[in-house]
């Protein structure tokens, strides 16, 4: 039977403790490529509506960390070019990771 316990609190009985898992987790035999971004730059990249910002880009697996002002950075024609390739590398790996990892699990 419900009780009340104040104006706007109802308790009800029932079972105590976290919900039953909704699906078996997979066996983890191994941790994902991470990036703690060590190493960074300032690059120029392009946004899919066409204007070129300055954003701070990690050199080992590509991720675009913080947008730059522009009027911060001396020569802002002179940046290189955000490395595009880098990054759908690094996701590929991490993609690979997590194929490999539900076909282990399937077998």
Request: charged residues 25%; aromatic residues 6%; positive net charge.
């Amino acid at each position: 039977m419900a009780e009340v316990v104040g104006p706007f609190v109802l308790r009800v009985p029932g079972p105590v403790g976290p919900p039953p898992p909704r699906h078996v987790p997979l066996p983890d035999t191994s941790d994902p490529p991470r990036c703690d971004h060590p190493r960074t730059e300032v690059r120029r990249m392009r946004q899919s509506n066409g204007v070129f910002v300055a954003r701070t880009q990690c050199l080992t697996c590509g991720a675009g960390i913080q947008n730059v002002r522009k009027d911060s950075v001396p020569d802002f024609d002179a940046l290189p070019a955000f490395d595009e390739p880098l990054r759908e590398a690094w996701r590929s790996r991490v993609d690979r990771y997590y194929a490999d990892r539900r076909a282990a699990a399937a077998s």
